[in-house]
Structure formats: C-alpha cells, structure tokens
C-alpha cells in the first residue's frame, strides 16, 4: 500500500488542524494505521494509532486528549485531528500503515510498520 500524508503548514500556538492520510494500491481496511512524527534533530516518535476495523485507538501521553485519530475506509483515508497544538509539536507527521495481527501490543513500535508514506510538516508558531 502507498501512503501520503497531506494538510500540514504553519498555525499559531492553540490552533487546530487536520491532517490526512491517503492509501493507493490497496484498500486501507486491511491495514492497522498510525501516526509518527519527527522533529527537527529528533528521532522519529509514535503519535497515534487505530486498528483496521476502527475499534480501538491508542494515543501518545504527550498528544492524549489534544489529538484524535479516525479513518474512512470508504476513501481509504486516515486523519489525525490536531487540536490546541503546541510549539513542540512542530514536526514532519507521516502515517504508516501494518497488518500485524500483534497491533494492540506493539502499535508504538515503528518498526510495527511495513508501509510509510512521505510526511507532512506541522509548524506551531507563537
């Protein structure tokens, strides 16, 4: 499956944004999916995570209740609703997409992940 993460782009400190995630070659239901990110001199880290049929959503401590992810089988799209973003958000956000039958136990582990599309970069100004 081909991966590409859109919506990124400059928003003040407190604003929200939308980014999504849009699958090819194969339908995104068969596929656990996540969110990473990477800023800048830092390593890649999880952000979000949701398994294919939609019933379970994990979340890093660092974004729990500020982000949400969702998807749309139907448009073979992934979102992640960003709200109340803060400067250390500020990262390049990609989406990866895995259909381990472990997800509920390794969701965080980048190396979870067989797909990874190009990312999109979030900047939060003050």
């Known amino acids: 499956v081909q991966l590409q993460a859109s919506g990124g782009g400059l928003v003040m400190a407190g604003d929200s944004l939308k980014v999504s995630c849009l699958a090819s070659g194969r339908a995104i239901r068969n596929y656990h999916m996540g969110w990473f990110r990477q800023a800048p001199g830092k390593g890649r880290e999880f952000v979000a995570g949701?398994?294919?049929?939609?019933?379970?959503?994990y979340y890093a401590d660092y974004v729990k209740g500020r982000f949400t992810i969702s998807r749309l089988n139907s448009e073979n799209t992934v979102y992640l609703q960003m709200n109340n973003l803060k400067l250390e958000d500020t990262a390049v956000y990609y989406c990866?997409?895995?259909?381990?039958?472990?997800?509920?136990?390794?969701?965080?582990?980048?190396?979870?992940?067989?797909?990874w599309g190009k990312g999109t970069l979030v900047t939060v100004s003050s």
């Open positions: 990866a997409a895995t259909s381990t039958a472990s997800y509920s136990s390794y969701y965080y582990n980048d190396g979870t992940y067989v797909s």
């Open positions: 949701i398994r294919r049929s939609g019933d379970a959503t």
